[in-house]
């Protein structure tokens, strides 16, 4: 049986050290930081570790109708959009991922770009 990519990856715990670091960079970007002034940190990183998780083939599930649920309202643009995209694509890079697993795991988080960013 093939492994999915979480699992090649190494699972959850592997998935909340990058998430962790990923909330690090993020936070330190000042146009992003208003959308976390209300957020609870520990909740968002819980809620992204599982999303990313799902995203790379792991346990937790999240449906795109969830997701525009959650977005909804928070007026997000397509500059900020990319700046977390990209902000994700160096920090698997700094977890030593392969290309070809950042671009799945991108290309994965952009096929939500429509839930997410406010139209």
Do not use: C
């Amino acid at each position: 049986m093939e492994k999915t990519l979480y699992d090649q990856v190494g699972g959850f715990v592997k998935v909340r050290k990058i998430i962790l670091e990923f909330y690090n960079r993020v936070l330190d970007e000042d146009e992003l930081i208003p959308y976390f002034k209300t957020v609870d940190m520990e909740r968002q990183i819980d809620h992204q570790t599982k999303f990313i998780s799902m995203l790379l083939g792991g346990p937790a599930s999240f449906t795109d109708k969830h997701l525009e649920h959650v977005h909804n309202g928070m007026s997000i643009q397509n500059d900020h959009f990319d700046l977390v995209k990209d902000i994700l694509e160096e920090t698997l890079e700094d977890f030593d991922f392969i290309e070809e697993h950042i671009d799945i795991l991108t290309g994965e988080f952009e096929k939500r770009r429509n839930l997410i960013v406010s139209q």
